[in-house]
């Protein structure tokens, strides 16, 4: 029997072998290797495991043979336990074998998102098919594409996704319903607020969720999380702090054990999503405030009378929610320095940054990305914020932000960004077109003395509007990353990664 | 759930007094379908699969027995009120208070419309709303009314209605019968949006999505009896009062339970907390937008209370309460239903001129050298020959017999027009009878004055 098995395992390892190949990024394997040495489990066990965290496309097909799967290992799991062997990998994990890492053998095959391609229709088709079995309408795209992005979606902001859906949404839970709706509309917006407010919706779906008899809650949920998942995915395609929330509500849900009664289980859950938001959100502001204040006041804080030029002036760019955190820390701390705002349409996203900064009565200074090599001179720190910070150390941020580092650099001017570690992420990138996000075209229309330029601009054949949402800045041009674990230099990520996965 | 949906079907019809005497507002037959058939297939379209449908027991006896009724796929709870009392609309949302578990969309049983749902429900989900409504553009009507003289201006109290530079926040609305002097504008309304646009002519569809929370406020509030009214004002006007806009800095369990134990003096205020309030304020503090710009404030001047209006310039929105509404709403049935205009059962012979406007009903006959044009003729109705029926409603159950002439008119159910009779712009009663030979022009005939004409063609007036 237990030849069986380990043939059964090869096998299966041998199957995602070949699908592990297709992988983009080469340096999981090297962690993986290193990884399932320390813990000294018997060989057996070291070979399913990494077997069984492969990668995304091998658990679509296997989908319907889930529950056959889940038997056999069910099966697999009480052999092992009669042979007397620890108990610690044969935690009841049932939701199939991405999601449900043993505790000690890390899982060190990450399975990464895959990267949109519109383009492509048999992926297209293979979407649509999933967005039916999941009952979500598809959104379909707008406009002409440039041909370098036509690989992405570009969705316009009068067909929402409510169109195509029922009124009384049955469903998708009502609170998915009205997120999806504010992140497509843009009134949340900026990547820390999507995550808490995706928590927050989360949390709501966890109280009214009631497990259908037969099911487990921890099998079950998962399952219904992901056409809410898919819904706002289209609605507004997931940030990178996103999708590392999900994982972790995933994993939180999938490690409830069985005997754990549902009122305990959503206590449990509903603790855990505070917890989170408060460790990797709040706490990790506050820890970075700490950080930075004293990148502000070094030798540069002066107490000079309000009229006369500071020497501190910092730039701060396109809106970053941590950012404008963290200028009000250092200013409510009194240190003496002058802001400069920078913004960019067609978002405009600076104004509110600058008025809450005025708000609390720090001077400020507002400039468009265009004069950006006028007013350089004048600063002396130019502090970004991150959407994402990837595997390789570039920085992913609003468009224009690589713009600035690199007329900063070319200034001598430090660049500091400031980022939490939850918006760290295994993807790598080397440029703005592989993955991005396209937003509204029509956003780039605009009316000035009640002409309307571009109103028709579909029609002409060689015109293409393009909003670009993100882009990617490399890490020659940052100097200093300040985490709330520190303040690294950009290299340093992937370091923060495997420690990361390692605590967890 | 999200949304539950409640039908007012027991509204009176008291401004067309002479369509509603045998039958109720609710089903009077709009394109051979009664009324409330319009807006239950709006809401049967868009998703809903239960309404809750409040009216009095009369139109629940003639909706069981109504074959168009039994149509509606969804479910319908039927509660019924006294037919005397005088309940206004909100008096019957607290009556059925206990079944609502969710915030309501209500919905008025002479709403005719195509409008597409969602822009009113999308409102009231992204901005967390308190209320959010449909209001269109009025249509003049062109069709001369039958029974009156000449183009009478219904002298109709004006709404004036106020709404932010982006055309979607509610922010005063009043009636022209409850401003003695002028419109008076709040100084808090103005500081914090200092542009605002007052229409005029605008439709109320009588179409409110509310949140759950102003239900229970009205269980509370018995002083308050009709939605549109009093509730709808009231709502507009706390949007901007103090007390909803001071900043909570205490706990949200401390303010509920702060409330209750208040008791009696707080039940009248609103109270639009949410759970996990703090958490959504973090995402809204660290979200980049603003609804408004140019001066301090945060997103929505961090009021909890906020009206929402979605104003639809194109498609149709009726709302039947006057006999010119219902005669245009006959007109455009037909443009609505998807239903083909000529139903398969009537019986038309092939000498018959119909015209594309038209719409026949069930069991009908049609003779021969018929015209037939931009009318509805409802179920089982008998049309002999040589007629001419032009731009006219002519209900279930009606004899035309042969060489009439009818021009603009409305006959009800059951009447019988004699033989040669030629009537313009007239309104017959239920169950009426028109002589043979007779003439009449801009009348209104009910129960109590029988019309009687001579065959000598007189040419009678009055009302």
Request: net charge positive; aromatic share 4%.
């Amino acid at each position: 029997k237990e030849e069986k098995q380990r043939l059964r395992k090869e096998k299966k390892q041998q199957k995602k072998n070949k699908e592990k190949n297709d992988e983009k990024t080469s340096h999981e394997e090297q962690p993986a290797g290193s990884a399932s040495q320390p813990p000294a489990q018997p060989s057996p066990k070291a070979v399913p495991v990494p077997a069984s965290e492969a990668p995304a496309p091998a658990d679509k097909p296997a989908k319907s043979k889930a529950d056959l799967k889940a038997e056999r290992r069910a099966r697999q799991e009480a052999e092992r336990a009669s042979k007397g062997k620890k108990g610690d990998v044969g935690q009841p994990a049932p939701t199939g074998k991405l999601k449900a890492p043993p505790s000690e053998l890390q899982p060190v095959v990450k399975r990464l998102p895959e990267h949109v391609q519109v383009d492509n229709p048999e992926v297209v088709k293979k979407l649509a098919k999933k967005l039916e079995r999941q009952q979500i309408p598809l959104r379909s795209d707008y406009g002409y594409k440039v041909s370098l992005f036509s690989h992405l979606h570009q969705y316009s902001r009068k067909a929402p996704l409510t169109q195509q859906l029922g009124i009384p949404s049955t469903v998708i839970h009502p609170a998915i319903v009205r997120l999806g709706l504010q992140y497509s509309q843009g009134i949340v917006a900026g990547s820390n607020a999507r995550s808490v407010a995706l928590l927050h919706a989360f949390q709501q779906v966890i109280r009214d969720y009631t497990t259908p008899p037969n099911e487990e809650l921890s099998r079950d949920l998962v399952n219904k999380l992901k056409p809410y998942i898919s819904f706002l995915n289209q609605c507004r395609p997931l940030s990178a702090s996103m999708g590392n929330a999900i994982k972790y509500i995933k994993k939180e849900i999938s490690n409830i054990p069985s005997q754990c009664k549902e009122e305990e289980a959503k206590i449990k859950l509903l603790n855990c999503i505070e917890r989170y938001i408060n460790e990797k959100i709040v706490l990790a502001a506050k820890a970075i405030a700490k950080y930075s204040i004293e990148k502000i006041s070094d030798g540069d804080v002066i107490l000079f009378p309000p009229n006369c030029s500071f020497n501190v002036t910092i730039s701060t760019s396109i809106s970053s929610s941590l950012v404008n955190h963290i200028l009000c820390e250092a200013f409510e701390k009194k240190r003496k320095f002058r802001v400069i705002v920078v913004d960019s349409r067609p978002r405009l996203e600076g104004r509110e940054a600058l008025r809450r900064l005025v708000q609390k009565g720090i001077s400020c200074t507002y400039v468009l990305i265009s004069a950006v090599s006028y007013i350089l001179p004048e600063v002396s720190k130019v502090f970004l914020g991150a959407h994402a910070l990837l595997a390789n150390g570039y920085v992913m941020s609003r468009v224009g932000t690589s713009q600035i580092a690199l007329v900063a650099k070319a200034f001598n001017v430090p660049v500091l960004v400031c980022c939490e570690t939850y918006k760290f992420c295994e993807r790598v990138q080397t440029d703005s077109f592989v993955s991005n996000e396209l937003d509204d075209p029509d956003d780039l229309i605009v009316t000035r003395k009640g002409k309307t330029q571009l109103e028709h601009w579909q029609k002409v054949p060689s015109l293409g509007l393009l909003n670009l949402v993100y882009d990617v800045t490399p890490p020659d041009f940052v100097d200093l990353v300040i985490t709330d674990l520190g303040m690294i230099p950009c290299t340093s990520v992937p370091v923060v990664l495997r420690v990361k996965n390692v605590d967890q | 759930m999200e949304l539950q949906a409640v039908l007012m079907a027991a509204g009176g019809g008291s401004r067309m007094p002479d369509l509603t005497y045998n039958t109720p507002k609710p089903m009077l037959p709009v394109g051979n379908k009664p009324l409330m058939w319009h807006p239950l297939n709006l809401l049967e379209r868009v998703g809903f699969e239960e309404v809750i449908v409040i009216t009095t027991k009369e139109v629940q006896k003639m909706m069981s027995t109504d074959p168009k009724m039994k149509d509606v796929k969804m479910k319908l709870d039927v509660v019924c009120i006294q037919e005397d009392g005088d309940m206004g609309t909100a008096d019957a949302l607290r009556h059925i208070q206990q079944k609502i578990k969710t915030d309501v969309l209500v919905v008025s049983c002479d709403l005719i419309t195509d409008v597409a749902l969602h822009e009113v429900v999308d409102l009231f989900r992204a901005h967390n709303a308190t209320l959010a409504m449909l209001m269109s553009k009025a249509h003049d009507f062109t069709e001369t009314v039958p029974g009156q003289k000449g183009k009478k201006k219904t002298g109709e109290q004006r709404d004036f209605v106020g709404v932010d530079q982006s055309g979607k926040r509610l922010l005063f609305m009043a009636n022209e019968a409850d401003l003695e002097d002028g419109l008076s504008i709040r100084k808090s309304i103005m500081r914090k949006h200092p542009r605002m646009h007052i229409k005029t002519g605008l439709v109320d569809a009588h179409l409110y999505c509310l949140k759950k929370a102003v239900v229970d406020f009205l269980a509370d509030n018995k002083s308050i009896s009709s939605i549109r009214g009093e509730l709808l004002p009231y709502l507009v006007r706390k949007q901007f009062s103090k007390t909803t806009n001071c900043p909570k800095s205490k706990d949200d369990a401390d303010d509920q339970t702060q409330k209750t134990a208040d008791g009696s003096t707080n039940s009248t205020e609103l109270l639009i907390c949410s759970r996990d309030e703090p958490l959504l304020q973090l995402a809204q503090e660290r979200s980049c937008w603003n609804d408004h710009r140019g001066d301090m404030s945060e997103a929505y001047h961090g009021g909890k209370l906020r009206c929402y209006v979605h104003i639809m310039d194109q498609g149709l929105c009726y709302r039947v309460n006057t006999l010119a509404a219902y005669i245009e709403a006959n007109r455009l049935a037909s443009k609505l239903l998807e239903e083909p205009a000529v139903h398969p059962s009537a019986v038309i012979s092939e000498r018959c001129q119909m015209g594309p406007d038209s719409i026949i009903g069930a069991q009908c006959q049609v003779a021969d050298k018929t015209s037939i044009k931009r009318s509805t003729i409802g179920n089982s109705t008998t049309v002999k020959e040589k007629v001419k029926v032009t731009n006219s409603i002519i209900m279930h159950g009606v004899t035309i017999e042969e060489g009439c002439n009818i021009h603009g008119c409305v006959i009800c159910s059951n009447a019988v027009i004699g033989r040669g009779a030629d009537l313009k712009y007239c309104l017959v009663g239920n169950g009426q009878q028109i002589e043979a030979e007779g003439e009449a022009h801009s009348f209104h005939t009910s129960t109590f004055n029988m019309l009687s004409l001579f065959s000598p063609p007189t040419v009678t007036r009055g009302t």
